[in-house]
């Protein structure tokens, strides 16, 4: 879902105003934009949804498949997180940083 929205998020604002067209140093590379997708905080939300189910049903039951709802959360958090930090070095090594404005120089904290 992030590398979908990620997208909308970076140039929407920059077509709905002109300010923001000239504050910042224009459009973002579309790969630079693809890393922030792909290299973001992976299935938080994911794991808040199944560790909220509650431990038992009505009249005090065990709340059936609640186990298996949050080992498969736990197990798609892991597997995210491995094959989006094992293909991370790849895909950044694919960006072309010279067509990209962000710059370190920029983007350094003084």
Same mark, same amino acid.
């Given at each position: 879902?992030?590398?979908?929205w990620v997208y909308?998020?970076?140039?929407?604002?920059?077509?709905?105003?002109?300010?923001?067209?000239?504050?910042?140093?224009?459009?973002?590379? !579309?790969?630079?934009?693809?890393? $922030?997708?792909? #290299? @973001?905080?992976?299935?938080?939300? &994911? %794991?808040?949804?199944?560790?909220?189910?509650?431990l038992a049903g009505?009249?005090?039951?065990?709340? !059936?498949?609640?186990?298996?709802? $949050?080992?498969? #959360? @736990?197990?798609?958090?892991?597997? &995210? %997180?491995?094959?989006?930090?094992?293909?991370?070095?790849?895909?950044?090594?694919?960006?072309?940083?010279?067509?990209?404005?962000?710059?370190?120089?920029?983007?350094?904290?003084p």
């Amino acid at each position: 879902m992030r590398l979908i929205w990620v997208y909308p998020g970076t140039y929407l604002p920059l077509v709905l105003s002109r300010r923001l067209r000239r504050e910042r140093e224009g459009w973002r590379n !579309p790969r630079a934009v693809f890393l $922030v997708g792909w #290299a @973001g905080i992976r299935s938080s939300v &994911t %794991l808040a949804a199944a560790l909220s189910i509650p431990l038992a049903g009505p009249g005090s039951a065990a709340f !059936p498949g609640r186990d298996l709802i $949050v080992f498969l #959360a @736990g197990t798609t958090i892991v597997m &995210t %997180l491995c094959i989006n930090g094992l293909t991370l070095r790849t895909i950044e090594a694919e960006i072309d940083h010279a067509e990209s404005p962000l710059t370190p120089e920029r983007d350094a904290i003084p």
